[in-house]
Every structure is written in C-alpha cells, then in structure tokens.
C-alpha cells in the first residue's frame, strides 16, 4: 500500500492516522505541493490521479482519492480497530461531524484557494488571513455548539474511542494553530483535540514526524 501525500497536507494527515490507528503498513510517497510550482500539477501525478489533489492511496490495482473515501476504505477493509460505531444513529452522527470538517470547514482554506484569492484576486496578506481566520471560527465555532450540546460527545468527539470524526478533526486544529486562529471559544474541541495527541496512532500522523517535513 502506498500513500502519496505532503506533510502539510491536512487530508493526508486524516489517512495517515487512520493507518497508524488500524496498523496497517504503507510506504509515504512525497508529493510536494509547492516545490516546481506543486509536483501534484506534473503530468506524473495527474496520470494517478487526474483531480490533482492529494491524499492519494495506492492498494494493489486500487487507486483512490478522496480522504474521506480512502478512510471509509479502510474501515470497511480493515475493520478492526473500528473508527465507526456499531449502532446506526451514532455512524450517521460521526458521518455528520466528519462531513461538516471535510465539506463545509477545510475546502474554502484549502491551498489553492488561498493561492487563487492572491494571485487571481489580488488579496493582500493581511486579507488572505482575515479570509482563513473567518471561516475557521465559523467552521469550528459550529463544530464546537454540535460537540457541546451532545450527549454522545466523550472522551473523545462520540464516545471514549476515537473514530473518524477524531481523524478529521485533529488536522483541522493543527491547520488553524499554524495560522495562529483563536481557539479560546472552542474548549471542548480544545480539550479532544490534546485527548488524541496522546495517542501513539496521532502522534506519529503528525506534520512533524513525516519524512518530508520542513520547518
């Protein structure tokens, strides 16, 4: 199994925790999204993968994109460790949590639109942030009133096991840290967000303990 993926990269951060959760072995192909203009825009890679974006999993004639469809992959392949629960209403749940990060949170910040709102609509820096920092707080802002509320919400996002909405949300936090977002109304993604990382499966998932890390 390979993974083409960046450090950086939040939704290769998903399926990298995902597979250290679940102990399967897989072998890190670095795809840079910024050196020579992205190697993730080379001919190369849009052979593996026409959409240009990474995660990329490689599984013998398996080629698949899409964190969130690499992450039910492996859960119904490998289901033990579960990153789902068994009861309907609690996967449908997790599902949500999981939808809310990965459709409404992460694509407005994602890379390239950040380079599309500088290069192509000539925000400043200043602007480009305030774009970032806006959309965080809205995102994680509703994801923190959902946990809040819940009586499902644990230890960890549903319950005293990590499951897939733990996977997502993680990365998202470290994306907003990197950008120095306030968090300061979010205790209770806060407070699972430092639940996971004292997990061995999140620690070594994390931007710093990759290969092709920089500083």
Known sequence: MKLHGYFRSSAAYRVRIALNYKSIDYDPVVVHLVRGGGEHLQPEYRALNPTALVPTLEDGDLVLGQSVAILEYLEEKYPDPALLPTDTALRAHVRSLVQTIACDIHPLNNLRVLKYLVRELGASEEQKMAWYRHWIAVGLGSLESVLAASAHTGTFCV????????????????????????????PTLVRIDAECARLPAFQRAAPSAQPDFEP
């Open 159 to 186: 319950g005293n096991v990590p499951t897939l909405a733990d996977v997502c949300l993680v990365p998202q936090i470290a994306n907003a840290r990197r950008f120095d977002c306030d968090l300061s109304a979010m």
